[in-house]
């Protein structure tokens, strides 16, 4: 899975898919890909754990209770998800960022967090 759209990462290369199971992005696509209506910027590919999904929850934003109305299954630890830009940072200002797919963060991150800064918490790419 990639970038329909021609996006680059973090790396400068092309996008490649965070997840599609849970079918992830923006556009439900699985891929991180942003454009002008997302204003949260859904650009991170993010490995969820315990720890940054009860952070979310006490942010308002509780990814972990499956929502069956919209389609959303819930994420548990280990579970890629392309996640806001800015909860990735509050987060990792609060000392609990998850981990991060490079291949699968689109390179637009880079205006707001440092390469060496994500490259602390990459991962091996996506293999589904």
């Avoid at 991060?100 to 990459?122: C, D, K, S």
Wanted: a negative charge.
């Amino acid at each position: 899975m990639r970038s329909r759209f021609g996006s680059m990462n973090v790396l400068g290369t092309i996008l490649e898919g965070c997840s599609s199971d849970p079918m992830t992005g923006w556009r439900r696509d699985g891929c991180c890909e942003t454009d002008a209506a997302d204003k949260g910027r859904h650009i991170v590919c993010a490995v969820m754990t315990e720890e940054f999904l009860v952070f979310s929850m006490t942010r308002g934003n509780d990814l972990s209770t499956p929502r069956v109305e919209y389609g959303f299954p819930g994420l548990k630890p280990g579970d890629r998800w392309c996640l806001c830009l800015d909860r990735w940072r509050e987060a990792h200002a609060a000392g609990c960022a998850p981990r991060v797919v490079l291949e699968a963060t689109h390179q637009i991150a880079l205006e707001r967090v440092p390469l060496e800064t994500f490259q602390a918490f990459a991962v091996e790419p996506n293999t589904d």
